[in-house]
């Protein structure tokens, strides 16, 4: 039994080994047919003596670089103009320009002059009532600035000096017209002022006709500050002979009467201004009472 069953056993053998070589030669021959269609290589391998195996044509695979080089290529770029848009229009508006027309400039000049008095008071302001300044003497040259208007006053100096004082223009001997210096309003003139007094208290003017008398308070100085000089100062721009002058009326008293006629073509004022030795008070406006008749201005 035990026979049989080898037997048997060699039977199965020799059938599955007759079966692969069948499968082979059935592979063999597939192989042949692709290889006579498509081209391709038989392999034997004839140490072992296998069946051939084709072998399998490479194919090219294509692969995408997960970078690649990058070829920068110069590129105009043309930016986009900015066009009015059709809805939108300008509006001009016309400006006013000013058109100045250039005007001559009156031309002033300084002249020279010669003292002709042995000394000449020389004040702070264009008048013979304010304080002291200095002395000029007999033969001094000097330059000569501005004039007073509505007075007989000239500013003068040493020639090229930088101290200048009033003087009465009939003191010297002027090289040129008066009249081409350069003119300054009575008012404009600067004094010293005083930083230790306040103006008087009060001051009033009273018309008579043509004259006006003007009375105020007295300033009650401390000792050591009087001037020893005229303490106290009507300046009054007032019209006489039918055009305006300056007058600066100096008085010792508290009260002081002055001529002021109608028929000028502008109004007369007048202020108040009292004297100590360190300079002037601070100016007093006087309400001034006009005359009747005060003419229009050409």
Same mark, same amino acid.
């Given at each position: 039994?035990?026979?049989?069953? *080898? ?8 059938? +599955? ?130 004039? %007073? ?62 004259? %006006? ?5 007295? +300033? ?37 009467? +002055? ?7 502008? %109004? ?15 100016? *007093? ?14």
């Amino acid at each position: 039994m035990l026979e049989n069953l *080898l037997g048997q056993m060699d039977s199965f053998q020799r059938a +599955l080994n007759l079966g692969r070589s069948l499968i082979r030669f059935l592979g063999w021959i597939v192989l042949v047919g692709l290889s006579a269609c498509g081209n391709l290589p038989l392999m034997v391998d004839d140490s072992t003596g296998a069946t051939p195996q084709a072998v399998q044509p490479i194919t090219a695979v294509e692969t995408t670089p997960t970078s690649t080089p990058q070829t920068l290529t110069p590129t105009l770029t043309l930016l986009p103009s900015i066009s009015p848009s059709p809805s939108s229009t300008s509006t001009i508006t016309p400006t006013f320009t000013p058109i100045f027309t250039a005007t001559s400039q009156p031309t002033y000049v300084k002249l020279r002059g010669k003292v002709t008095i042995a000394q000449a008071v020389c004040h702070y302001g264009p008048g013979a009532p304010y304080l002291y300044k200095y002395g000029v003497y007999a033969g001094s040259n000097l330059e000569i600035i501005r004039r %007073v208007e509505g007075g007989n006053y000239i500013e003068i100096q040493a020639i090229g000096g930088n101290n200048p004082c009033w003087v009465r223009a009939d003191y010297l001997d002027i090289r040129g017209d008066v009249n081409e210096l350069q003119p300054v309003h009575p008012f404009e003139v600067k004094l010293p002022i005083s930083p230790y007094y306040a103006p008087p208290a009060w001051v009033r003017a009273e018309r008579n006709g043509d004259e %006006v008398t003007v009375t105020w308070a007295a +300033l009650n100085l401390r000792a050591g500050d009087d001037s020893e000089q005229t303490p106290y100062i009507v300046e009054a721009w007032v019209c006489q002979g039918g055009q305006m002058v300056f007058q600066p009326v100096g008085s010792y008293w508290t009260q002081v009467t +002055l001529r002021d006629e109608a028929g000028c073509g502008e %109004v007369s004022r007048a202020r108040l201004i009292a004297a100590e030795k360190h300079g002037y008070t601070r100016p *007093l406006e006087i309400e001034w009472p006009q005359a009747g008749t005060i003419l229009p201005i050409p």
